[in-house]
């Protein structure tokens, strides 16, 4: 069963327009929601969140927007750079720091 | 503080062979979590800790592998009598037990353990 779902494994941009990944889910005590960068042969780095009593959360470049009637939540990378270019993935859990459910994760080539 | 340490970063193994894997947390942080990665998806969740108890384990988690953190600082993840299903990556992650300021998520995750069951 998965929970938090990417249906776009890949997505291509050109340097400068706007990136924007989407990723749904279907567990409605998720309460908190992430996003994380990944590069080959590393680890996942955190680069935004949003508690579920926010619509919008903003840092610099990324916004990250929640429509939690829809189950669904999107990443604008705004304007998108060549170093962006990694594998995304949209997160979630719930209570606080227990474990966290990934989705499948999206591929971003932006594209110079 | 370095962040979140594996060791090691590769491993090749027969098929039938024991490995073990080490992660040490940052070290303020009291609740250390293994995943595991294959390609094409996203990190699963296998066990997590606060301190040295274990407080979940994953289905995932068969009764061939086994993880600890004795004292409470590192963990090892021990995987008997490997698999070619085995072969994946490895993550540790380590987050305090309440968030301190969730602006600034403290769940890090280490480079990961790639393990390869030939």
């Known amino acids: 069963d998965q929970q938090v779902k990417q249906n776009s494994p890949s997505l291509s941009v050109q340097e400068g327009r706007i990136s924007i990944l989407n990723c749904d889910y279907t567990?409605?005590?998720?309460?908190?929601f992430l996003w994380y960068k990944k590069y080959p042969a590393e680890g996942p780095t955190f680069l935004i969140s949003?508690?579920?009593?926010?619509d919008k959360n903003e840092d610099g470049r990324f916004t990250v927007f929640l429509n939690k009637s829809a189950k669904h939540l999107s990443l604008h990378i705004v304007p998108s750079q060549p170093g962006d270019s990694a594998v995304y993935f949209c997160?979630?859990?719930?209570?606080?720091?227990?474990?966290?459910?990934f989705g499948t994760g999206t591929k971003l080539q932006v594209i110079p | 503080d370095t962040g979140v340490s594996q060791d090691p970063r590769h491993k090749i193994t027969k098929r039938g062979q024991n490995v073990t894997f080490r992660c040490d947390p940052i070290?303020?942080?009291?609740?250390l979590y293994w995943y595991r990665q294959t390609l094409g998806q996203g990190p699963e969740f296998l066990t997590y800790?606060?301190?040295?108890?274990?407080?979940?384990k994953s289905r995932l988690l068969s009764d061939r592998f086994s993880a600890e953190r004795p004292k409470g600082s590192f963990s090892t993840l021990e995987i008997q009598r490997t698999e070619q299903g085995d072969s994946a990556m490895y993550l540790c992650?380590?987050?305090?037990?309440?968030?301190?300021?969730?602006?600034?998520?403290?769940?890090?995750f280490g480079s990961g353990t790639r393990l390869t069951v030939v």
């Open positions: 992650a380590s987050s305090p037990a309440t968030p301190l300021d969730r602006n600034t998520y403290g769940y890090t």
């Open positions: 800790f606060q301190n040295e108890a274990q407080l979940e």
């Open positions: 997160a979630a859990n719930s209570g606080g720091y227990q474990k966290v459910t």
């Open positions: 949003i508690s579920s009593i926010k």
């Open positions: 567990n409605s005590m998720f309460d908190y």
């Open positions: 070290s303020e942080h009291n609740r």
